[in-house]
């Protein structure tokens, strides 16, 4: 099974059991708005599938949850997020916390992001195993379980951002990058609840994947930059308060890539 995707820059990280990493993802997930209190966890099985672990990691890092009141584990229902108000600076991923990066504007971001996760994008093209490769092809089938989902949709989505990003060798980017991706993950929740965008993001992280497989940096960073505007302007739109107007917007009308899409 691949390693997870964490950052070497921080080597508390190395010393950490293979459950205490786990716990350690769901408590990012749950301070950067990915989860929110009241939450049903995915099943033991699901998260499994979305971290490339075991059931029993899986289960053990719920367990330290729960012991620490992060999650509700009761008997014949889901696991519930009860707390949101939990630590990260001990399990930090990235250059900041979660959310300290949403003290920037979209505008700022967005830029950013065009700027050093293309670059970092590009770069992971050249460095990406066979195991990495197959671990997002298995996160591509994971998120066409979770159409209709978008909390577990934007598990997966985290995995396979993370795996592309620590593909790269210039770890301090890397880790910068994860930052970016943190921003406004709360709106970014609220967009994938919308008609159609759960597919469309699944459709640009094929395209990823294709450019990926390629070992094309520049069609890599040409389908990130497609996703990452796609990404702006439903950020965008939720800022403004006009979410329906940017899901009626014509798929169509996002320009092609440097992939052939058609």
């Known amino acids: 099974m691949p ?14 059991t293979a ?19 009241g939450d049903e966890l995915p099943s033991e099985r699901e ?12 289960r053990g890092a719920i367990q330290l949850l729960a012991g620490e009141g992060v999650v509700q584990v009761s008997q014949g229902a889901r696991t519930r997020v009860s707390r949101i108000d939990v630590a990260v600076s001990t ?13 920037y504007s979209l505008a700022a971001v967005h830029a950013a992001r065009l700027l050093v996760e293309t670059a970092v994008a590009a770069d992971a093209a050249r460095n990406l195993g066979p195991d990495d490769i197959r671990r997002l092809e298995d996160s591509i089938a994971a998120q066409e379980q ?3 989902d978008p909390v577990r949709f934007l598990i997966c989505d985290r ?46 992280h094929r395209f990823i994947v294709r450019a990926l497989k390629m070992r094309n940096p520049e069609a890599v960073a040409a389908a990130f930059s497609e996703h990452i505007l ?10 403004e308060g006009g979410l329906a107007e940017a899901a009626r917007k014509p798929a169509d009308a ?9």
Do not use: W
Not at 19 to 37: F, H, N, P
Not at 161 to 177: C, G, M, P, R
Not at 254 to 262: L, M, Q, S, T, W
């Open 146 to 148: 979770a159409l209709d």
């Open 91 to 103: 399990q930090r991923i990235g250059v900041t916390n979660p959310t300290s990066i949403n003290g």
């Open 3 to 16: 390693s997870l995707p964490l950052s070497p820059l921080h080597e508390t990280l190395h010393k950490q």
């Open 159 to 204: 995995e396979f951002h993370l795996t592309i990003y620590y593909a790269s060798t210039n770890k301090l980017l890397a880790d910068f990058v994860v930052d970016l991706y943190t921003y406004m993950l709360d709106h970014r929740r609220i967009a994938m609840g919308e008609p159609g965008a759960i597919e469309k993001s699944l459709e640009d």
């Open 47 to 58: 998260l499994s599938t979305m971290l490339a672990v075991s059931r029993e990691t899986v």
């Open 19 to 37: 459950k205490e990493m786990i716990r350690d993802k769901i408590v990012s997930m749950i301070a950067s708005g990915i989860l929110q209190r």
């Open 230 to 239: 796609r990404i702006h302007d439903t950020s965008r739109a939720i800022d």
């Open 254 to 262: 996002v320009p092609f890539n440097a992939i052939g899409r058609k």
